[in-house]
Structures are given as structure tokens and as C-alpha cells.
């Protein structure tokens, strides 16, 4: 493992970003991390995020990497549930989070001081070298909703070599990745496949080109001036480079580009298509899920010949189409996804055994996604089982914020729910029952939303009813508010 890290127009050398990592991994030793505890980060694209990660894995510990966008009581419940032993945070997003109590984790800043919190200055530090050998290594805790309408933390045991191995595999062919590689990742690194990108740069030795956010004609022009060959992409940034003037288009020169992963939800196979004319048969895409890892990769030229597809299965994985009494569906017939990946570690849900139960079956797991094997044994989703919404490759669950809105003034009822977004791939859109007598605007909704959950779970379209459709137990029928959304479209996702 002897990567750099670019950011910012400075390149941290191998020995550079060693001697970080490992000082890192020093401090964090000191305050008590081990094998098996939690490091929250809420810190945002950096080489100092980098450095974090490689340091908490070396010592056995899960790094859980937080949505920055989180306001006060999404970041408070996190750190509750995890047990964190330690928080690292940007200062000014710790500055937002005015009476956030740290539950008995430590708590540093990074990139500046907050009132009562110790800078993150490890290479000040006088701490001894790390005194024990290495942990086996274990996977992130990313932190995925559910039907609760609370974050689950996924916690994973150490990683085999066996499994290391198998990943490493996994590595080459979703990410192309070669110790020569010239990555790029603009993505947040919060999410699980950009932090496993990044994870899987960096052991592999390459070169990793960090920006703290996607900016189109700067992700040609970095590619240009510095030859990249990888990069992290997701369709939403295939959208907006292709929006961009033909001049500046054609301004760049992208032939050093090997090879694009892409993953975090479907692309329009238009986009697909007109990515692939434009930069060369380097598009690839993988479907996933931060419980199971990768299970399908669909190459530039199996893209082409099957639009639409996920992809065949990666080797090792095993996939199967079932019904709901889980048997196995002939090709064509659509069901549930079930996988075995057998490269990761076995998982759970923290506090939430549960909802990990009900996943299972025979062996194999499922995340409630619908979709058929064709006669070459190629999958194409379909829908998805829950509500769940997938908008510019981020997950968000509609019951969390269902909620959030119940419990504002004049609200009798309400349904959040997914609808079709040319960028995003989704949004989201939320019908109001409005109580008895009570005057609400969608404005207000909106408003009432934004000051209580992240922005970008906040609905974009808010419409007020009378009464909701219900079925006869009296559940709100969701779909017959849906259905006129994603009309004439060929896809349900």
C-alpha cells in the first residue's frame, strides 16, 4: 500500500500520507480505539478523511463515515447508536451543531478550532508508534435507513485473507485498479461505493485525486491536465457533463481514461449511450448495496447490447430471482433479488437483529429490489419492493421523513414517495392531508421540513388533498399517488 493523495493542487507522497495515516492511528490508539470500536467522521472529502480511514481500519476499529449534510439530532443519533468511541469533524460542521452532546465519545476538529474542542493535530502529537501489530481489518459502519424511519448501522466481523483476497479481485475488475492508477473522486466520500472507491485506490497503491465536490468542466479539465485513467462517477454527473457547451466539451482531452465506475442508481440508458460515444467504451456499472457490496457489473459493450441491464453477476456472487414463498423464477419472471456475496464479512444491524433476520433466506439476502434474470442471465431491476428512493445515487426513505411531518401543527396525514427527475434519476414528492380547519401551504411544509432533516430529503413537490387514497385496512394506498408521476415511463426506478 503505497498510494498518493492529490487535493487541492498538493500531492501527499507515499511516505507522506504514510507517516500521516500511521501518526493518525497512533492518536487514536492513545485515546483508547481497538479493535472493534466505532471512529465517527464527520468530516468532508480531504486527504485528512483518508488518512482517518486507513488509520481506524489499521486498528481493528469500523470507521463510520457521517452524512454531512445530517443536522443536529440526525448526527446526535448516530453517535448514540454507534457507541462511537471518538468523533472527528470539520469544524464549521461542528459549529453547526449547536448543543450537540458527544455521549462519551471524544471529540476533535479539523480544519480549524470550535469553542471547547481540541484541534485534530496528529502530526503534532508525540504519541509513541503504535505499540500493538495491526487488527485484522474491518469493514466501514455506514449507517442505512429503514422501515423504523431510523438509520440501521451496519457492523461487519474482521475480514478473512481469504476475503481479502477475493475483494482485492473484486477491486480489479468493478475499478479496474493497478498500483499505476490515476484516480479521481468527487463524490462524497460519506457513501458507501465512493468510500470504498477511495479505500480500494489507496490499497492498491495508486494516485487518488480528491475534490471536495463535483464540478463538470473541472472534472475534464483535471483529467486533461493530469492524465487520470479511473474515476468515480455517478449518473447524475454524466447528466451534467453532458449539459455542458459542446466548446467545452470538445476543449479537453479524455484519452487517458481506462475506465469509469459508476454505481448508487440506474442510468438512463440514453445517458449510458451518449456517455460511451462521447468518452469510448470506459463506462461501467456496477449495482450494489452497502450491506452486500457489489453483485453485478455491466460493461460499455454489454450496455450497448442490453440496455437497461444491471449487469451479470461479479464471480463468486451468487444471485437468484425468488417469489414470496422463495422459489426460484424461470428467466422473464420478475421477483425479489436475492445474493450471496461471499467477499465480505457477514453483517448485522446495530440494535435491529430483527430486520437483518428478515432478510435472509436459505442463505442468500435480499435489499427488496424486483427484477428478472434474462435468457443470458443478465438482471434488469424493476421496481423495488419498499419505498425507498434512490435521488442522485443517494438513498433516502420516505418514513423518515413521514415522521418528521406528522408531527407538524395541521398535519392529519401525509405520503412521501418517489417521482421521475431527468438529473436525479428521482425526487421526491410528498401528498398532505391537511387537518380539519388548518390552512397549510406546500411553502410552510417545506419550510417546517428544512429546519428539522438534511436538504436533500426535503420533498421538491408538495401537494395538499383533501383526503388520501387508503386501501380497506386504511394504509394509505401510495401507489395510485404515484402512478400518474412515472406515466409513460418506461422504468419504475
Not at 417469489?323 to 424461470?330: F, L, T, V, Y
Not at 450471496?340 to 437483518?356: C, I, T
Amino acid at each position: 500500500m503505497r498510494p498518493s493523495i492529490v487535493f487541492q493542487g498538493e500531492t501527499l507522497a507515499p511516505d507522506a500520507f504514510e507517516q500521516r495515516w500511521q501518526r493518525s492511528a497512533a492518536a487514536l490508539q492513545a485515546a483508547g480505539v481497538g479493535d472493534g470500536d466505532v471512529v465517527a467522521l464527520l468530516v468532508r472529502n480531504s486527504p485528512v478523511a483518508m488518512e482517518l480511514m486507513v488509520a481506524t481500519r489499521h486498528l481493528g476499529a469500523q470507521w463510520c463515515p457521517m452524512n454531512w449534510h445530517f443536522k443536529l439530532d440526525e448526527v446526535q443519533y448516530v453517535l448514540g447508536n454507534s457507541r462511537a468511541k471518538v468523533l472527528v469533524a470539520d469544524a464549521a460542521l461542528l459549529a453547526a451543531l449547536t448543543g450537540l452532546r458527544a455521549d462519551g465519545a471524544k471529540v476533535w476538529s479539523t480544519r480549524g478550532t470550535v469553542a471547547g474542542v481540541p484541534a485534530w493535530e496528529p502530526l503534532r502529537d508525540t504519541t509513541s508508534p503504535i505499540a500493538t501489530p495491526p487488527a485484522p481489518p474491518r469493514g466501514a459502519m455506514f449507517y442505512t435507513s429503514g422501515t423504523t424511519g431510523r438509520p440501521k448501522g451496519i457492523v461487519r466481523g474482521p475480514t478473512t485473507p481469504a476475503q481479502a483476497q477475493a475483494m482485492a479481485e473484486m477491486r480489479r475488475l468493478a475499478y479496474g485498479s493497478a498500483p499505476d492508477m490515476r484516480a479521481l473522486l468527487s463524490a462524497p466520500w460519506y457513501h458507501s461505493a465512493p468510500n470504498g472507491y477511495a479505500l480500494g485506490v489507496i490499497q492498491d497503491g495508486g494516485t487518488l485525486h480528491v475534490e471536495e465536490r463535483f464540478d463538470a468542466e473541472r472534472t475534464l479539465q483535471l483529467i486533461d491536465e493530469h492524465r487520470l485513467t479511473h474515476a468515480y462517477l455517478v449518473p447524475t454527473m454524466y447528466v451534467r457533463l453532458l449539459a455542458l457547451p459542446p466548446e467545452v466539451r470538445t476543449k479537453y482531452d479524455l484519452c487517458s481514461m481506462r475506465m469509469v465506475s459508476s454505481t448508487g442508481s440506474p442510468c438512463p440508458p440514453d445517458v449510458k449511450r451518449a456517455m460511451i460515444e462521447w468518452w469510448g467504451p470506459v463506462i461501467h456499472e456496477c449495482y450494489g448495496a452497502s450491506e452486500l457490496g457489489y453483485m453485478t457489473m455491466l460493461t460499455s459493450e454489454q450496455a450497448l447490447r442490453k440496455p437497461g441491464s444491471a449487469g451479470l453477476p461479479l464471480p463468486g456472487v451468487v444471485l437468484k430471482i425468488l417469489d414470496d414463498a422463495g422459489r426460484e423464477q424461470p428467466p422473464g419472471t420478475p421477483g425479489l433479488i436475492y445474493i450471496h456475496q461471499p467477499a465480505l464479512p457477514d453483517f448485522s444491524y446495530v440494535g435491529n437483529h430483527e430486520a437483518r433476520a428478515r432478510m435472509e433466506v436459505r442463505g442468500l439476502k435480499t435489499m427488496g429490489d424486483v427484477g428478472y434474470l434474462d435468457d443470458e442471465g443478465f438482471l434488469f431491476i424493476v421496481d423495488r419492493q419498499a419505498d425507498m428512493v434512490i435521488s442522485g445515487g443517494v438513498n433516502i426513505y420516505p418514513v423518515e421523513i413521514e415522521h418528521v411531518l406528522q408531527a407538524m401543527p395541521g398535519v392529519a396525514d401525509c405520503a412521501v414517495f418517489g417521482i421521475p427527475d431527468d438529473e436525479f434519476g428521482e425526487a421526491l414528492a410528498a401528498a398532505v392531508q391537511p387537518a380539519h380547519g388548518a390552512s397549510l401551504t406546500a411553502e410552510a411544509v417545506r419550510a417546517w421540513l428544512h429546519e428539522r432533516i438534511a436538504g436533500y430529503k426535503v420533498p421538491r413537490v408538495v401537494t395538499l388533498h383533501d383526503a388520501l387514497p387508503r386501501e380497506d385496512t386504511g394504509k394509505i394506498f401510495k401507489r395510485r399517488l404515484r402512478d400518474p408521476y412515472w406515466a409513460g415511463r418506461s422504468r419504475r426506478v
